[in-house]
Nanobody, 116 residues
Framework: QVQLVESGGGLVQPGGSLRLSCVAS??????MSWYRQAPGLERELVAT????????SYADSVTGRFTISRDNAKNTVYLQMDSLKPEDTARYYC???????????WGQGTQVIVSS
């Protein structure tokens, strides 16, 4: 059984930081990503990390502010979010693509609110 469990969301003031975590079990991923979805908007890709070599990519809107990383031993991916803006407010979801089957899996999400 595949499970992705996110944590680390919360309320933070503009300019602040948060670190999201996603623990994966039951899946060996070829890559893992963070997505986000704000009310009334489509889910958008925020950042991706390739499991094999650690290569990363980011949405233009978060480049230079967010950092995705992984701990393969713990099967965990992180999203360090700095210089947060109100427009970063969204529910953040972890996504994993199975190396073996190609199937994709989602976590339940964690809410991030950036507000003063």
């Amino acid at each position: 059984q595949v499970q992705l469990v996110e944590s680390g969301g919360g309320l933070v003031q503009p300019g602040g930081s948060l670190r999201l975590s996603c623990v994966a079990s039951g899946v060996t991923s070829s890559y893992m990503s963070w997505y986000r979805q704000a009310p009334g908007l489509e889910r958008e890709l925020v950042a991706t990390i390739i499991s094999r070599n650690g290569s990363t990519s980011y949405a233009d809107s978060v480049t230079g502010r967010f950092t995705i990383s992984r701990d393969n031993a713990k099967n965990t991916v992180y999203l360090q979010m700095d210089s947060l803006k109100p427009e970063d407010t969204a529910r953040y979801y972890c996504y994993a693509r199975s190396w073996r089957t190609g199937s994709g899996y989602w976590g339940q999400g964690t809410q991030v609110i950036v507000s003063s």
